[in-house]
């Protein structure tokens, strides 16, 4: 089974920043990855797919890149709503597995 | 308005079985897959399985396999996830969602069921 590691796991920032989450697959997946951000008590929301696709209604700020291995989603200026847990998962296998989660607290 | 409305929480006992239900509404149901993902508690995302409403073809993740069932009944524009024999280890919270219709990912959600087991 493929697996997802994203990194850091958890990390602070304040409104403003620039921040990127990474996100490795075991073995390669093509562009067949996307990104969701999960609000406490909410569920996910589609952010990104294969890899760089931003999903209608999404803001700008967000953007996603990478292929085969590597992966980063970055948002350009952080928001008070991007305080969230994002997470990658990849459809390259029929797995669809999904990274263990990166948790952006404010600083 | 695309909408996915799941049924509501529940508590069951080990050894229970149990069936939930997601109700999709404001689009062409038979046409989009429906998937299902785990959360436990305090945990990630697990996608558990995915159903095409229109033929009920079924796709079961390898670590769910076996463990649930997922079904639909397009006549109620209706998707559903049961297990015959619950255990403590399947409290967690379901979510159902809607797959795009160009990508294996998942674009519209249900606010989730939240299954307890505990005896």
């Known amino acids: ?107 | 308005e695309v909408q996915l409305v799941q049924s509501g929480a529940e508590v069951k006992k080990p050894g229970e079985s149990l069936k939930i239900s997601c109700k999709g509404s404001g689009y062409s149901f038979t046409s989009y897959w429906i998937g299902w993902v785990r959360q436990m508690p305090g945990k990630g995302l697990e996608w558990m399985g995915i159903i095409y409403p229109g033929d009920s073809d079924t796709r079961y993740s390898p670590s769910f396999q076996g463990q649930v069932t997922i079904s639909a009944d397009k006549s109620i524009s209706t998707a559903y996830l049961q297990w015959s024999s619950l255990k403590a280890s399947d409290t967690a919270m379901y979510y159902c969602a809607r797959r795009l219709d160009t990508a294996m990912v998942l674009d519209y959600w249900g606010q989730g069921t939240l299954v307890t087991v505990s005896s």
């Open chain 1, 1 to 107: 089974a493929i697996r997802m590691t994203q990194s850091p796991s958890s990390f602070s920032a304040s409104t403003g920043d620039r921040v990127t989450i990474t996100c490795r697959a075991s073995q390669g997946i093509s562009s067949y990855l996307a990104w969701y951000q999960q609000k406490p008590g909410k569920a996910p929301k589609l952010l990104i797919y294969a890899a760089s696709t931003l999903q209608s209604g999404v803001p700008s700020r967000f953007s996603g890149s990478g292929s085969g291995t590597d992966f980063t989603l970055t948002i350009s200026c952080l928001q008070s709503e991007d305080f969230a847990t994002y997470y990658c998962q990849q459809y390259y296998s029929y797995t669809y597995t999904f990274g263990q989660g990166t948790k952006l607290e404010i600083k």
